[in-house]
């Protein structure tokens, strides 16, 4: 009973004069989501900015991916990781860069490789959960989780791509910018429809695949060589090397940067350390290097923090490291934990709705 009373007493502490409204700390205060309002995805998603949890974040990011395409001074990288061209975000990706959303593409090759399967005129299909996987190895159905990918499809794309290789002198050293290049212009000039590679030539958006040997398109230019080699003539040199100094050249020059974020991995990582990498030029070499750091980010990605993984890593983490502007600073960044098949298209669907109403 004494101890009751106790905590009675404690409570009793918190006197009514004291306790604030929200209004006064200047809170944002949150909204009920009317669906009666609601005409366009904008309309949705910029209510969702005034719920909780997931919704609050989705429509944030939309607010900052605006701001970064508003902002005329900012250069902004879009980082693509996971099976999105084959999960057919391909064309949500080729609106971003057509609408300015991307000054530079940093993914990975089976995404690129899959993409151009789709942009070349071939078809991916959904998986029927009563074929089991043998079955589908014998049908040539590679299985990405719930689509598949014909082993047809793979080896028609090569043939495509041998076409394209055979078109660059074999003193051409290659890199995967370069290469992406060669193959978005095949599609600008062969086929008709969008695509992500073909609006990122039409846009002179360059298109960089950091691990390119972990891809389709990797193992056919390893195919490639071994087929010139056999025949006693030049392979290829690949260097990847060539990659990292366009792209911090590129990003050298930028008054401000932002960077979008899809998923995680080596392409998130390889676009951020950019800013570490220049610091470092400076501080061992003297010279040539400079001091950039991303300002406003928006990520994507159901990686949860607690597993110690690039992919989950906060953009609070990344301030340690010297890649982004911290939020004392002006940086500004939005979290989203979700699958991007759902965040993505209205995120972006809702900022080209703002860009039509006011571009």
Known sequence: ????????????????????DGFSDRLIPVRPLDLSGVKTVN??????????FGGRSVGEAADILHEMVRDKDCFTVLTVSGAMTVAKMGLVI??????????????????IAHGFVESAGMTHFKYDRHMDDARLYDAGYNRIYDTLELERNLDDAEVIFKKVLDGIDRSTILSS??????????LYENT????????????????????????????????????????KERPFAFDPLADLERFTELIKKQKRMGIFTVGGGVPRNWAQQVGPYLDIIDKRLKSGGGFKRYQYGVRICPEPVHWGGLSGCTYSEGISWGKFTPQSEGGRWAEVYSDATIALPLI???????????P
């Open 177 to 186: 910018s370069f290469l992406n290049d060669r193959l978005g212009r095949y």
């Open 94 to 111: 080729a609106d971003m860069i057509d609408n300015g959303m991307a000054g530079a593409v940093v993914t990975t090759g089976a995404l």
């Open 192 to 231: 008709e429809g969008r695509g992500m590679l073909k609006s990122a030539y039409s846009r002179k958006v360059p298109v960089f695949i950091p691990a390119y040997t972990d891809s389709e398109l990797g193992l056919d230019l390893g195919i490639y060589n071994r087929a010139a080699r056999l025949k």
């Open 43 to 52: 309309d949705l998603v910029t209510q969702m900015a005034l719920t909780s």
């Open 348 to 358: 972006v669907k809702a900022v080209l709705e703002r860009l039509k109403a006011r």
């Open 1 to 20: 009973m004494g101890k009751r009373k106790k905590r009675i007493r404690a409570s009793s502490q918190r006197k009514a004069a004291r306790l604030k």
